[in-house]
């Protein structure tokens, strides 16, 4: 009972992390360091932006007192314009699917769950989930997030831009990724990660894709056909440091819920635990023999997108 107490409350306060930080990447942009001067955004991608601004502006504003059956119809008729904008501004994006099937990404213009996700159009080939959007779009966006060249993208880096794309009530924690070789001016990612509203002894079961070309930005989600087998060195990382934490969770519960720097303590080993075992994926994944056949999953999914015109 207790473990479930703690559970919902890291999931409820994560994903209220989560809204709050897309929503200022929308609403707080400052200074552009991503090497594009201003007045960089198209005529359409200028209007798209103002347009949506302003529906994000009424939709949040006190002049709605409550979320009727009319104001419902406004909100999904304004995310229908803004998608047919999206699709004017996509037109030339290599997918097939994103220009014929393609769905806004944006879930909602209200403030709540699923606020402020990455603009672009989203489609779904068998399993797998594909994103498209312009680089001035996704640099616009990212403007507040300071996202480094995309030559040069880190293991946090890119957990933030699939989180910004694909996830809004759990986060997606990236175990491995590593920059794939391309040509042609091309900018390619491998990530293995998963989806959880919580920490603990996960395995990654999915794995994403990030590809810029001179015009687009691309992402791509497909679970993996097994879940990644644990690693014992891995597992023996987060046994030793969840150990201790457990005890000093025992501590705590033990004063009645009053020695804080117990509780502390627990929380500090709890986060420790969980960013040594990912760690410890991020180093050790490659080296183990069940990589070769997750390897030709990511690289199947990169020649999907680079052909798929």
């Not at 090497?35 to 960089?40: E, P």
């Not at 806004?104 to 779904?124: Q, S």
């Not at 998963?194 to 791509?220: E, K, R, S, V, W």
């Not at 960013?275 to 490659?286: G, N, T, V």
Request: net charge negative; hydrophobic share 35%; with cysteine.
């Amino acid at each position: 009972m207790k473990e479930f107490k703690y559970t919902i409350l890291f999931s409820f306060l994560i994903q209220i992390c989560f809204a709050q930080s897309s929503l200022k990447n929308k609403q707080n942009p400052s200074n552009d360091t991503l090497s594009y001067k201003k007045g960089y955004l198209t005529a359409n991608e200028l209007e798209y932006l103002k347009l949506r601004d302003r529906y994000i502006k009424y939709f949040q504003s006190d002049a709605i007192k409550e979320i009727d059956d009319k104001i419902d119809k406004q909100e999904s008729d304004s995310l229908i314009e803004l998608e047919k904008r999206l699709h004017g501004i996509l037109n030339d994006c290599r997918l097939n699917s994103i220009t014929k099937e393609g769905k806004i990404n944006l879930e909602t213009l209200f403030g709540e769950m699923g606020f402020g996700m990455l603009d672009g159009l989203v489609a779904t080939k068998d399993s797998m989930r594909i994103f498209c959007t312009s680089r001035n779009l996704f640099f616009d966006y990212f403007k507040k997030g300071k996202i480094p060249p995309l030559d040069n993208l880190t293991t946090e880096n890119l957990e933030n831009l699939f989180n910004s794309a694909f996830s809004t009530d759990a986060h997606i924690t990236n175990f491995y990724s590593s920059k794939i070789p391309a040509q042609n001016n091309i900018q390619v990612y491998g990530m293995v990660g998963m989806y959880a509203q919580d920490i603990g002894l996960f395995l990654p079961d999915h794995a994403f894709i990030f590809l810029a070309d001179d015009n687009f930005i691309y992402m791509a989600d497909k679970p993996l056909k097994q879940p990644v087998k644990q690693i014992p060195e891995c597992k023996s990382i987060w046994d030793s440091i969840n150990s201790e934490s457990q005890k000093a969770l025992q501590i705590y519960d033990d004063s009645q819920l009053k020695d804080t720097a117990s509780f502390n303590k627990y929380e500090h080993l709890d986060g420790l635990a969980y960013a040594e075992y990912c760690s410890c994926f991020q180093r050790e994944l490659k080296k183990d023999s069940q990589f070769e056949e997750i390897q030709k999953e990511i690289d199947k999914i990169v020649q999907y997108i680079k052909s798929n015109k």
